[in-house]
C-alpha cells in the first residue's frame, strides 16, 4: 500500500476507549479538524435510564471539544443530580451518568427512534460542542459487546462495572456484528485517507468490533494509505483498562510481539516503546499523558506512517 500523496486528504484514526481519544486528541493539533476523521468503537453502547449512551465516541468527542472531566470520562463539572434522584428512590445505580450526559443520551435514543441515524446523531452531539473534526460511529446497526466470564455472559458495561472487570475471560462475542455493516462515511473515509492509524486502544474489544463489521478488513487492506498501530503498552504495563485481561483470552502476549499478532495482515508498522521484529517498527514513547506528549506521539506517528509507502 502507498499513502496519498494530497495534503489535504484525511487521517482517520480508528478508536475506542481513552487511548484513542488521547490520540485523536494529539492528532487533531498535527493535521486540524477538517483533515481529521475518527471512527469509533460502538460496540460498548448500552439503553439505559431510558438514554442510549454510546461512551467511546462521546468519549472521543469530549475529548476534540476539551470538556472531558478529570476523572477521564464524561463532561467537566457535570452534575450528577439525576443519578442522586434515583439511589434516593432505591434504584440500583451501577452505571453513572452525569446530568448534561444523561441528557445527550436520551435525546440521542429519541433521536434515533424518530428514524435518525447514529452516524448524524453523532455529528450533531459534535457541531454542539464545536467539533469540526469528524467522528463517526463505526455502524448505524446496533453491535453490543459481550462477555463470558466465571461461567456467566454479561453485557460489556455490566462485566466491567458490575463485576469489575474480572477475569480471566472465557469468551467475547460481537452480537450483532454479522449483521452491522460499516457506514458509507466509514468506508468513504478510508478509502479517501492518506493515512490510517489504529490507537492504543485494546486491540480485543474497543478495536476488534470494528473490526468485525463485514467489509471492515478487507476495506483496511484496500485502501491505498498505510495502516499503523500505536501500541496500548507502556512501558510493559497497561495503565489503564483490561487490555491484559482480554490479550491473555486471544492469546496474544503482552508486548509489541503480541500487538502486532493481534493485528496481523492488517498493518504496515507499529509505534511502540518494545522492540518487536514483525513488523516495521517506530520505537518511541507512547505515553500520552500532556498535550505535548499527545501531539509529539501523533506526529511522529504521522510521519513513519507517510514513510511506509
Same mark, same amino acid.
Given at each position: 500500500?502507498?499513502?496519498? !500523496?494530497?495534503?489535504?486528504? *484525511?487521517?482517520?484514526?480508528?478508536?475506542?476507549?481513552?487511548?484513542?481519544?488521547?490520540? @485523536?486528541?494529539?492528532?487533531?493539533?498535527?493535521?486540524?479538524?477538517?483533515?481529521?476523521?475518527?471512527?469509533?468503537?460502538?460496540?460498548?453502547?448500552?439503553?439505559?435510564?431510558? @438514554?442510549?449512551?454510546?461512551?467511546? +465516541?462521546?468519549?472521543?468527542?469530549?475529548?476534540?471539544?476539551?470538556?472531558?472531566?478529570?476523572?477521564?470520562?464524561?463532561?467537566?463539572?457535570?452534575?450528577?443530580?439525576?443519578?442522586?434522584?434515583?439511589?434516593?428512590?432505591?434504584?440500583?445505580?451501577?452505571?453513572?451518568?452525569?446530568?448534561?450526559?444523561?441528557?445527550?443520551?436520551?435525546?440521542?435514543?429519541?433521536?434515533? #427512534?424518530?428514524?435518525? %441515524?447514529?452516524?448524524?446523531?453523532?455529528?450533531?452531539?459534535?457541531?454542539?460542542?464545536?467539533?469540526?473534526?469528524?467522528?463517526? *460511529?463505526?455502524?448505524?446497526?446496533?453491535?453490543?459487546?459481550?462477555?463470558?466470564?466465571?461461567?456467566?455472559? &454479561?453485557?460489556?458495561? #455490566?462485566?466491567?462495572?458490575?463485576?469489575?472487570? #474480572?477475569? +480471566?475471560?472465557?469468551?467475547?462475542?460481537?452480537?450483532?456484528?454479522?449483521?452491522?455493516?460499516?457506514? *458509507?462515511?466509514?468506508?468513504?473515509?478510508?478509502?479517501?485517507?492518506?493515512?490510517?492509524?489504529?490507537?492504543?486502544?485494546? +486491540?480485543?474489544?474497543?478495536?476488534?468490533?470494528?473490526?468485525?463489521? *463485514?467489509?471492515?478488513?478487507?476495506?483496511?487492506?484496500?485502501? &491505498?494509505?498505510?495502516?499503523?498501530?500505536?501500541?496500548?503498552?507502556? #512501558?510493559?504495563?497497561?495503565?489503564?483498562?483490561?487490555?491484559?485481561?482480554?490479550?491473555?483470552?486471544?492469546?496474544?502476549?503482552?508486548?509489541?510481539?503480541?500487538?502486532?499478532?493481534?493485528?496481523?495482515?492488517?498493518?504496515?508498522?507499529?509505534?511502540?516503546?518494545?522492540?518487536?521484529?514483525?513488523?516495521?517498527?517506530?520505537?518511541?514513547?507512547?505515553?500520552?499523558?500532556?498535550?505535548?506528549?499527545?501531539? %509529539?506521539?501523533?506526529?511522529?506517528?504521522? %510521519?513513519?506512517?507517510? !514513510?511506509?509507502?
Amino acid at each position: 500500500m502507498t499513502p496519498r !500523496s494530497a495534503e489535504s486528504a *484525511p487521517v482517520v484514526v480508528l478508536a475506542g476507549g481513552t487511548g484513542g481519544a488521547k490520540l @485523536a486528541r494529539g492528532m487533531l493539533d498535527v493535521v486540524g479538524p477538517d483533515q481529521l476523521v475518527v471512527i469509533a468503537n460502538t460496540g460498548d453502547d448500552v439503553e439505559i435510564y431510558g @438514554a442510549y449512551v454510546s461512551p467511546d +465516541p462521546d468519549l472521543v468527542t469530549f475529548w476534540l471539544a476539551d470538556v472531558i472531566d478529570e476523572r477521564g470520562w464524561g463532561l467537566a463539572a457535570d452534575t450528577f443530580g439525576v443519578m442522586d434522584g434515583f439511589r434516593a428512590l432505591g434504584v440500583e445505580v451501577w452505571f453513572n451518568l452525569g446530568d448534561r450526559d444523561l441528557a445527550i443520551g436520551i435525546e440521542r435514543a429519541r433521536a434515533l #427512534e424518530a428514524g435518525a %441515524r447514529l452516524t448524524d446523531v453523532q455529528a450533531r452531539l459534535a457541531s454542539s460542542l464545536g467539533v469540526s473534526a469528524r467522528v463517526l *460511529p463505526m455502524s448505524d446497526k446496533p453491535v453490543r459487546t459481550w462477555v463470558e466470564a466465571g461461567g456467566r455472559w &454479561r453485557p460489556f458495561q #455490566e462485566f466491567m462495572i458490575k463485576a469489575r472487570g #474480572e477475569g +480471566p475471560v472465557q469468551d467475547v462475542e460481537f452480537r450483532g456484528a454479522n449483521s452491522a455493516p460499516p457506514t *458509507p462515511d466509514m468506508l468513504e473515509a478510508i478509502a479517501a485517507a492518506r493515512a490510517l492509524v489504529i490507537g492504543p486502544s485494546n +486491540p480485543v474489544i474497543s478495536i476488534g468490533p470494528i473490526l468485525a463489521l *463485514p467489509g471492515a478488513r478487507e476495506a483496511l487492506r484496500d485502501s &491505498r494509505a498505510p495502516v499503523v498501530a500505536l501500541s496500548p503498552i507502556v #512501558e510493559r504495563q497497561v495503565l489503564k483498562g483490561p487490555t491484559a485481561t482480554f490479550m491473555q483470552w486471544a492469546g496474544h502476549s503482552l508486548s509489541s510481539d503480541g500487538i502486532a499478532a493481534a493485528y496481523a495482515d492488517l498493518i504496515d508498522g507499529l509505534v511502540a516503546d518494545q522492540r518487536t521484529e514483525a513488523v516495521p517498527l517506530l520505537q518511541r514513547s507512547v505515553l500520552l499523558d500532556t498535550p505535548a506528549a499527545r501531539r %509529539r506521539v501523533a506526529a511522529d506517528t504521522l %510521519r513513519f506512517a507517510l !514513510s511506509l509507502g
